[in-house]
């Protein structure tokens, strides 16, 4: 399994910053999207695809745990990163 950056940010309070990972050649299934900060605090999001109508980049990340208080959301290959209340640099990795 490979683990590509996605993401690596300096954050401000509450910031969001949009990912198109559609273009990295990115499709179902993603597999976990993993954030850590300098601190060594960590969030990881497993891949829910959709099975039922069997679409490509259907579906969403569930949040599995969270010490970032980030916030993850899909729209047809395209991630939206919400940081949480507080200024932090943030690395994302998929790991597909």
């Given at each position: 399994m490979n683990n590509v950056i996605v993401?690596?940010?300096d954050f401000a309070a509450n910031e969001s910053a949009v990912v198109d990972?559609?273009?990295?050649?990115f499709v179902n299934p993603l597999g976990v999207l993993t954030f850590q900060n300098k601190t060594g605090q960590s969030a990881q999001f497993l891949w829910q695809g959709d099975t039922f109508y069997n679409r490509e980049n259907a579906g969403y990340f569930k949040e599995i745990?969270?010490?970032l208080g980030v916030k993850v959301s899909h729209y047809e290959g395209f991630i939206t990163v919400t940081n949480g209340g507080g200024k932090q640099y943030l690395e994302g990795a998929l790991k597909q």
């Open positions: 993401l690596s940010k990972i559609k273009s990295w050649g745990n969270n010490d």
